[in-house]
């Protein structure tokens, strides 16, 4: 593991571990590089994104969903 010095933004740090229920700043930018690499959220990760405001077509956007007729 490498140690890391780097400028955030407060706000949004503080934001991040509201929302997400961390408790330190190493836990949320832990939690937003695996989010971002595409790492498997834990239990209680994916249950913290549950009412997220999050409005869409879960068929339009998986690969398996079935092509649209023209």
Known sequence: MTR???ELD???VELAMRLYG???K?????????RLV????STNQALALEESGW??????????APP???
Do not use: M, P
Request: no cysteine; charged share 45%; net charge negative.
């Open 22 to 24: 961390v408790r330190t």
């Open 26 to 34: 190493k836990e949320t930018i832990d939690l937003a590089l695996r």
């Open 55 to 64: 409005e869409g077509d879960l068929d339009a956007v998986r690969d398996d």
């Open 68 to 70: 649209e007729s023209a």
């Open 4 to 6: 890391t010095n780097v």
């Open 10 to 12: 407060d706000e949004i």
């Open 38 to 41: 595409g790492a498997k959220l």
